[in-house]
């Protein structure tokens, strides 16, 4: 059971990370519930990886309560928490599967292998004051900007967001290019919130994550 990170920072907050190395009759095992369950789990999922995606959230998602986890999404595809209470945010990207919890605030999270290609789409979604300091670690800050950015519209849910414009970056406070943290803000329509942002490397991943602050 390749569970790499289980950490509970508070009585409040929780995340959980999963390295997928079961095949999909492996995995389907810690699922302890009806076998409609998992039919309609990956019903319209054809590609083998997303349906092992699937499943290995699904298990994490249980992991949160003794009690029955029930979720649903909204319009825009965001996860939202029935019972227990709370907040979700889900991201994947090959064999990691990430999940996090927060009992009251906002909370977003992105998981991805950092790439060259980050820098060529990068005048998209990182504006002049980001690109001041940003263009220390092209690679690196190019990379965490924008999963910051992904992780906030995770936590805000969509709905028109324009990178560039309505989420700022500021430069982290805390850095050792393995692990660190700082702030940023979702600004849209005269409305300003605050987060917080940490981030740190698995391996060849970088998981980003951000809490909102208010």
Request: neutral net charge.
């Amino acid at each position: 059971m390749p569970l790499i990170l289980n950490e509970i920072s508070t009585i409040d907050f929780r995340i959980l990370i999963w390295n997928i190395q079961e095949t999909e009759e492996q995995l389907k095992k810690f699922i302890h519930e009806p076998e409609k369950v998992l039919f309609d789990l990956l019903s319209g999922i054809n590609h083998p990886q997303r349906k092992k995606q699937k499943i290995v959230a699904k298990i994490l998602l249980n992991m949160l309560s003794d009690q029955v986890v029930i979720h649903q999404y909204t319009s825009e595809g965001k996860p939202i928490l029935v019972t227990p209470s709370g907040h979700i945010s889900i991201s994947h990207s090959e064999d990691y599967v990430a999940l996090i919890y927060h009992k009251t605030k906002l909370i977003g999270v992105d998981i991805e292998k950092p790439h060259d290609r980050i820098q060529h789409i990068s005048e998209r979604f990182i504006n002049d004051e980001e690109l001041v300091w940003a263009n220390l670690s092209k690679l690196h800050l190019f990379s965490l900007i924008w999963g910051v950015k992904e992780s906030v519209f995770k936590a805000i849910g969509g709905g028109g967001i324009i990178f560039k414009k309505n989420i700022i970056v500021s430069k982290p406070y805390e850095n050792n290019e393995s692990v660190g943290k700082g702030y940023v803000i979702y600004n849209k329509e005269n409305k300003a919130q605050k987060f917080q942002y940490h981030f740190r490397y698995l391996e060849d991943y970088l998981l980003v994550y951000t809490i909102a602050e208010n």
